[in-house]
C-alpha cells in the first residue's frame, strides 16, 4: 500500500468535515439563488396584469438589507461551527429574524413602490419572496430537530412566531401587498368563507372518526371482513375528488326531489351535503387503517396481564388499548384533517362554500392574489392542524410510554 494510500483513511476517519450542516447550507445557498435570480415581489398597473418583478436590493431600506446580509453571515458561519445545543438554539432563532425580516421587506416593498403609483397598482409577493420565506421556515425547522426539541419548545416557537407576525400586520405594514387589498375588499365575506370551511373540514372528521373507527376495530376482530373492506376503502380513495363530487350530484338530486323534506334542510345534489359526504368517504381511509395498525400493536403480554388483573374487556379496551393505541390514531387524524382542509376547497366548485371560493374566482378572473387570498388560509389552516396534532402526539406518546 503506497503512503498516500495508507493516510487517506486516517483522515477520512479522524478529519472534520468542513461544512457541519450541510442542510442549512444547502437552504442558504437556495435562498441567495432566489433572491439573485428572481424577483422578490412584481408591480403591476392593476390586478389583472402580471406586471415586472422588482429584486429585493431595489426595494429593501438599508437597514433591512443589512440586518438580513447580518443573519446570513451568521448561519454560514454556524454551518462551519462545531454543532451544539446553544448553536441550534441561535440557528433558530436566526432562521425566525429571517422570516420576519422576509415579511417586514415585503411590505415595506410594497409601501415604497406605491408612492406616486396609481390607485389600481398592485404589489405582489415574487418567487423570491416564497423561496425566502420557505428557506427560513425550513432553517427553523431543521434547527429544532437537531436540538430534539419537545413539544413545549415547538410550541413556543410557533406561538411567538405567531404573534411577531401579527404584531408587524398589527402596525399597516402588510396594507400595501395586493393579497390584503384583496382581503380588504372581502372583507364581509372572508370571515364567513373562513368559518365554513373550518365547519365543513370539521362536519367530516368527526363523522369519519365514529364511522371508521368502529369499522377498524371490526377489521382487527374479524379477520375474514379485513380484505373485503380495505379494497372497499381503498377503491373510494382511488376515485378522484371532482369525479366524486360529480358523481353525488344525480342520486342526491334525485332525493331531495323525492323527499321535499330533505331539500328544507339542505340535502341537494349541489351545496354542502355532497361536499360533506365525499369528504367523509374520502377520510375513511386512513381512520380506520390507523385504527387497525393502533390496535393491532398492542402489546399482547400487556393484554394479558390486564386479563390477568381481573379487568373486563370493556375495561382493557378504555384503560389499555385505547391509551396506548392513541398515538397511532391521532397520526391518522393528521392525515384526515390535513386531507380535508385541502378537499374542502374543491368542494366549492359543487357550491360548498369555503376558502374555495376564492381560489377558483381567482382562477376565473385571472387574478392571482384572489386565488392566493383562498389558498394561503388553506395552507395555513392545514398546517397549524398538523403542527397542533404533533404536538398532542409527543405529548400522549410521553405519557404512555414505559
Not at 415581489?41 to 431595489?58: E, I
Not at 369499522?215 to 371532482?242: E, Y
Not at 378504555?318 to 380535508?340: C, D, F, H, K, N
Amino acid at each position: 500500500m503506497s503512503g498516500a494510500a495508507a493516510i487517506a483513511p486516517a483522515i477520512a476517519g479522524h478529519g472534520r468535515p468542513l461544512l457541519q450542516n450541510r442542510v442549512l447550507a444547502s437552504l442558504l445557498i437556495v435562498a441567495v439563488i432566489a433572491i439573485a435570480a428572481t424577483g422578490f415581489v412584481a408591480q403591476a398597473p392593476n390586478r389583472l396584469l402580471s406586471g415586472h418583478a422588482v429584486a429585493l436590493w431595489q426595494v429593501a431600506s438599508p437597514g433591512m438589507l443589512t440586518a438580513m446580509t447580518v443573519l446570513a453571515v451568521g448561519m454560514l458561519a454556524a454551518c462551519l461551527a462545531a454543532p451544539s445545543r446553544a448553536l441550534h438554539l441561535a440557528v433558530a432563532g436566526a432562521g425566525a429574524a429571517l422570516l420576519l425580516a422576509t415579511l417586514a421587506a415585503a411590505g415595506g416593498a410594497a409601501w415604497r413602490l406605491s408612492v406616486g403609483a396609481s390607485p389600481a397598482a398592485r404589489t405582489s409577493l415574487g418567487a423570491g419572496f416564497w423561496v425566502l420565506l420557505f428557506c427560513a421556515a425550513l432553517m427553523i425547522v431543521d434547527a429544532l430537530q437537531r436540538l430534539r426539541a419537545g413539544p413545549g419548545l415547538r410550541l413556543v416557537v410557533a406561538v411567538a412566531v405567531v404573534l411577531a407576525v401579527a404584531a408587524i400586520a398589527a402596525t399597516g405594514r402588510f396594507d400595501q401587498l395586493s393579497i390584503i387589498r384583496e382581503y380588504a375588499n372581502r372583507r364581509d365575506v372572508f370571515a364567513a368563507a373562513l368559518l365554513r370551511h373550518v365547519w365543513l373540514v370539521v362536519g367530516s372528521v368527526l363523522p369519519a372518526l365514529l364511522i371508521g373507527m368502529p369499522l377498524g376495530i371490526i377489521a382487527l376482530r374479524r379477520p375474514a371482513l379485513r380484505t373485503p373492506l380495505f379494497s372497499t376503502l381503498n377503491l373510494l380513495q382511488t376515485v378522484p375528488s371532482i369525479a366524486l363530487f360529480g358523481l353525488l350530484i344525480a342520486p342526491l338530486s334525485a332525493l331531495s326531489a323525492a323527499v321535499p323534506s330533505l331539500r328544507a334542510i339542505g340535502v341537494q345534489g349541489i351545496g354542502v351535503a355532497p361536499a360533506l359526504i365525499a369528504l367523509v368517504l374520502y377520510a375513511l381511509l386512513p381512520v380506520v387503517r390507523n385504527t387497525y395498525a393502533g390496535f393491532a400493536g398492542v402489546d399482547g403480554g400487556v393484554l394479558e396481564s390486564a386479563r390477568g388483573m381481573g379487568l373486563a374487556k370493556r375495561q382493557i379496551f378504555w384503560q389499555v388499548e385505547l391509551p396506548l393505541s392513541a398515538p397511532v390514531l391521532l397520526a391518522g387524524l393528521r392525515i384526515v384533517t390535513v386531507q380535508a382542509i385541502g378537499l374542502a376547497v374543491v368542494a366549492a366548485l359543487i357550491g360548498a362554500g369555503g376558502l374555495g371560493t376564492f381560489v377558483w374566482q381567482g382562477l376565473g378572473q385571472d387574478a392571482v392574489d384572489l386565488v392566493l387570498l383562498g389558498a394561503v388560509p388553506a395552507i395555513l389552516l392545514a398546517l397549524a392542524a398538523d403542527f397542533l396534532l404533533q404536538i398532542l402526539t409527543a405529548f400522549i406518546r410521553r405519557k404512555v410510554s414505559p
